[in-house]
């Protein structure tokens, strides 16, 4: 199989936050692998996606109501963007329609996870077929964002309804990757109020999420009438004072995507005290343990956190001067490469998923050791990013 260029977008190289590096030894294999696992998927999930996680290593089909189902549809789109092939492009248009209705019927939208669901299915349509429709559901699932801006907290509430006492004023690490839908409804609409949230509550989580060893705890609670931080808790993590190692990756691909916007060479500095934190505690394979209390072999990884993290530190290595960057992006790339020839589905593998090895939710013990469909979005990407020089839909 040989890949047809890619779109004209993704191949501008003159485009912020990307560098001309020689595609890894591995790429084309792992990407042709993908491609081929996408496709037999294709049939099962063209009005259907996906669910979060999978079981025994199948995912089951789904409608449009997870806070997750973007990821696939996002997976659509960069498989697009490799090949311009349009059997791609129309399934991820019928998703289009689907997220339009899920946000005008408000169905299931009453979290922060906004971005996930409309930056990957809505804006990336928007921004790779000029599709209005996409626009206007994207900006209309940014208005609902910007419903969760906490004022006096100067952040977005996570979960639940504003009034529930117990999520009233929580803040998580993982709405670093959400705050990207605000900036640029900010730019579409020249509405300062969209930017102006995400830029509160980027800077509340730099400075209340992020630890003085540059650990980050999943979840902080501030309170929402006096805006006084309050304490910080985990609830994917190992412990409140563990450091969840998809959170850490949130945290290190986030701030940088963030920086594309706010232009804060601060955000830059905390990714890559994050990422060095990450690095420091990689077991010999560079995929990381759930948690990174854990740092041995015979725990058990999450291979999707790994996939977050290596396009956080592509994403950070491209905004750094070419020496200081060369770190990161040789990290990345030793992770992406230890997925590819370990972790990743090959012909014939039984499953219908792209990567091996996810956790889900370890304390409640949901998709442990499974797929995940973000680690299989997140993988893709760092492959399209390594491919070429890819502008986000973040
Ligand atoms: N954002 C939820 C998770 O990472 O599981």
Redesign the pocket.
């Known amino acids: 199989m040989s890949l047809a260029s890619p779109s004209l977008i993704a191949r501008q190289s003159s485009a912020p936050g990307t560098r001309n590096l020689e595609p890894p030894a591995f790429l084309t294999a792992a990407i042709e692998a993908a491609l081929a696992r996408i496709d037999s998927v294709l049939p099962a999930f063209t009005d259907a996606w996906p669910e979060p996680s999978s079981i025994g290593g199948m995912y089951r089909p789904m409608d449009n109501t997870e ?1 997750t189902n973007g990821f696939w549809t996002g997976m659509l789109w960069l498989a697009y963007e490799l090949t311009g092939a349009e059997r791609y492009r129309a399934v991820a248009e019928r998703h289009v329609d689907s997220f339009h209705d899920r946000v005008f019927q408000r169905i299931n939208i009453n979290h922060h ?1 906004l971005g ?1 669901l409309y930056s990957l299915s809505c804006v990336a349509a928007y921004r790779l077929t000029g599709s209005q429709k996409a626009r206007g559901a994207a900006l209309e699932a940014a208005d609902r964002l910007l419903d969760r801006y906490l004022p006096q907290a100067g952040i977005i509430q996570a979960w639940g309804d504003l009034t529930d006492p117990d999520e009233a004023g929580r803040m ?1 690490i ?1 709405c670093n990757l959400n705050l990207p839908l605000l900036y640029w409804a900010a730019a579409e609409t020249r509405d300062a109020r969209f930017s102006d949230a995400a830029t509160n509550h980027i800077r509340k989580a730099q400075t209340f999420i992020v630890r003085p060893d540059n650990s980050t705890f999943h979840t902080f609670h501030m309170d929402p009438v006096t805006g006084e931080p309050k304490f910080g808790s985990t609830h ?1 993590g190992a412990s409140d004072h563990s450091c969840w190692a ?1 959170g850490q990756a ?1 945290g290190i691909s986030g701030f940088p995507l963030n920086y594309r916007y706010l232009n804060d060479p601060t955000l830059i500095a905390t990714s890559a005290d994050l990422a060095d934190y990450f690095l420091a505690r990689l077991p010999d394979d560079q995929v990381c343990c759930w948690d990174l209390i854990y740092t041995s072999e015979g725990v058990q990884r999450d291979s999707s956190a790994a996939a977050i993290a290596a396009c956080g530190l592509l994403e950070l290595a491209a905004f750094m001067p070419e020496t200081e960057g060369a770190k990161y992006h040789n990290a990345a790339v030793r992770i992406v490469e230890s997925l590819a020839r370990d972790y990743a589905s090959k012909a014939g593998d039984p499953g219908n998923g792209l990567l091996k090895h996810g956790v ?2 370890m304390p409640k013990r949901i998709g442990v050791d499974e797929y995940c469909i ?1 680690g299989d979005y997140f993988y893709l990407e760092a492959l399209v990013r390594l491919h070429q020089n890819w502008v986000p839909y973040w």
């Open positions: 806070w996870d996930f998580i993982d994917q998809r949130w889900y939710h973000w």
